[in-house]
Structures are given as structure tokens and as C-alpha cells.
């Protein structure tokens, strides 16, 4: 009997705790997508982005041709020459590699440059959230857009666009 009245006990402490804590959902893909300056910045890094992916392939095309190049005129050429020219299709393919880690690699350019262009734009959505959140006396506040596991939520939680009228983009 007493572990039943224990138990109820405790289960009626937690229910009260949960119901305690205020929730709240945004979308942070709305929110960015809702912020003009965040498409100026992602069409900004497309753009780069191709730039240098043509770049890359340009390089690694060149590589491809030296190498029929080099396939054709295998028959012809001589220890040295068949030598000097593999060196030179290696030494070109190393390069294009290099260029591309350059560019795309995981301290690359275009890392550090959507760094640089989307981290100010975060920072000020994530000020204006930490605000709404302290104002509305909010214990948590879930991602939608995230791959985190939500399912169903009232829509009476969301509050993108109250972040994006404290950013000033009025919807």
C-alpha cells in the first residue's frame, strides 16, 4: 500500500513539474528564409560556390586531357619522356586536388566565407529569440526545422514570426 501511494505521488510531482515548464517551437528555415539579408548571403555563396567548382573542373579536365594525351602518345615516347609526363599529370591532378580542399574543404574558403556572411545574421536571430524566450518566461524552446523528432505541435507554439517582428521583418 505504501509503495502505491509512493508511487501515485510521485507521478502526480512529476505531472505538476511538467506542467510547470513553458514551451515554445520555431522554424529556423522560415525565419532565415523570411530575412532578406540571409537570401542576399546564400545567393552570394552560390554564386563563389560555382565560380570555384568550375574552376576545379577546369583544372581536373586538363588533368583528363594530358592523360588521353599521354595514352595516345604512349608508344611513342621514351623512358625518360613516359616518366616525365606521368609527373606531370600527377603534379597537375595533386594541384586540382589541392585547389579543390582549397576552396571546399572543411577549413576551406567557402566555409570561412559563408562563416563570415551568415554568422552575424545567426547572431541576431538567436538575440532576439534569447529575448522573446526570457520575456515570455519560456523553459525550452524546440527547432521545427531541425532533424530533431517533433511531430505534432499546436501551431499556438510557434513563434517565428514573433522572432522576425523583433528583428523588424513584420509578417
Given at each position: 500500500m505504501k509503495?502505491?501511494?509512493?508511487?501515485?505521488g510521485?507521478?502526480?510531482g512529476?505531472?505538476?513539474?511538467?506542467?510547470?515548464?513553458k514551451?515554445?517551437?520555431?522554424d529556423?528555415?522560415?525565419?532565415m528564409?523570411?530575412?532578406?539579408?540571409?537570401?542576399?548571403?546564400?545567393?552570394q555563396?552560390?554564386?563563389?560556390?560555382?565560380?570555384?567548382?568550375?574552376?576545379v573542373?577546369?583544372?581536373?579536365?586538363?588533368?583528363?586531357?594530358?592523360?588521353?594525351?599521354?595514352?595516345t602518345?604512349l608508344?611513342f615516347?621514351?623512358e625518360?619522356?613516359?616518366?616525365?609526363?606521368?609527373?606531370e599529370?600527377?603534379?597537375k591532378?595533386?594541384?586540382?586536388?589541392?585547389?579543390?580542399?582549397?576552396?571546399?574543404?572543411?577549413?576551406?574558403?567557402?566555409?570561412?566565407k559563408?562563416?563570415?556572411?551568415?554568422?552575424?545574421?545567426?547572431?541576431?536571430v538567436?538575440t532576439a529569440?534569447q529575448?522573446?524566450?526570457?520575456?515570455?518566461?519560456?523553459?525550452?524552446?524546440f527547432d521545427?526545422?531541425?532533424a530533431?523528432?517533433?511531430?505534432?505541435?499546436?501551431?499556438?507554439l510557434d513563434i517565428?514570426?514573433?522572432?522576425l517582428?523583433?528583428?523588424?521583418?513584420?509578417?
Amino acid at each position: 500500500m505504501k509503495k502505491l501511494i509512493l508511487t501515485i505521488g510521485l507521478m502526480a510531482g512529476m505531472a505538476v513539474a511538467i506542467s510547470a515548464q513553458k514551451f515554445a517551437m520555431v522554424d529556423m528555415e522560415y525565419i532565415m528564409k523570411n530575412i532578406p539579408s540571409y537570401e542576399a548571403a546564400e545567393e552570394q555563396l552560390n554564386q563563389i560556390s560555382k565560380k570555384w567548382q568550375t574552376e576545379v573542373e577546369t583544372q581536373m579536365q586538363e588533368v583528363e586531357q594530358l592523360y588521353k594525351n599521354y595514352q595516345t602518345e604512349l608508344v611513342f615516347l621514351s623512358e625518360e619522356m613516359k616518366v616525365q609526363r606521368e609527373e606531370e599529370i600527377i603534379a597537375k591532378e595533386k594541384a586540382a586536388n589541392e585547389l579543390k580542399r582549397k576552396y571546399f574543404g572543411q577549413d576551406g574558403e567557402l566555409f570561412k566565407k559563408r562563416e563570415s556572411l551568415m554568422k552575424p545574421i545567426q547572431d541576431e536571430v538567436y538575440t532576439a529569440l534569447q529575448e522573446i524566450t526570457k520575456e515570455e518566461g519560456y523553459d525550452l524552446v524546440f527547432d521545427r526545422s531541425s532533424a530533431m523528432s517533433v511531430i505534432i505541435a499546436s501551431p499556438k507554439l510557434d513563434i517565428s514570426d514573433e522572432v522576425l517582428q523583433k528583428l523588424g521583418y513584420s509578417k
